[in-house]
């Protein structure tokens, strides 16, 4: 499967000079919700994550996603692998969703769909460790960032270029804000 073509056939892409609210710009971003409403959609990419995972971390004992989107993306993959989940609430507090409190030792792997600026996966990696479990690394759609020092699987790579403010292209050559205030 072509997950860029795919998401782009759903209609994810949003085009157009875009603020995030983390202060990045970029010519574009990808709704998720295109996806992630649609569970025959969201099966199909989270078969692609799942596969991705048994052939990189076949020792995964434990998917974690996080609330919203990404808890749901870690059930489907969970689901598709026959392991199960848990939900790190990334909150101002890091800490284990009441549903799953998994014992440590597991050896997880962080899902997610969009990666901006790595500032969650991180966080949530460190949480990983700091309970005890082995962070195997991250599985996502795609990424904005490379996540140095951690292993991350992607499906496909970023449409859109992200940039600081003060060094965005589009914004030297006066093209005005579609969107502002997007997290993607």
Known sequence: MNVLSFLQVQGCFREGHTAFKNGLHSGGWL???EIVRRPDLLQQLAQQ???QIAQ???ETTLIVGAPACGAVLASFVGLELGLPVAFAVTGQDIGWHRMHCPQAGQRAVYVDDLICTGRDARRVLAFLRYEKHVALGVSA????TPLAGETLLTLTSAPFENHPAD???LCQQGQPLIFEGVRE
Do not use: I, N, T
């Not at 759609?141 to 904005?144: D, I, M, P, R």
């Open 49 to 51: 994550q799942a596969q």
């Open 141 to 144: 759609w795609l990424s904005h």
């Open 31 to 33: 709704e998720k919700g």
């Open 167 to 169: 060094h965005c292209p």
């Open 56 to 58: 990189h971390w076949p």
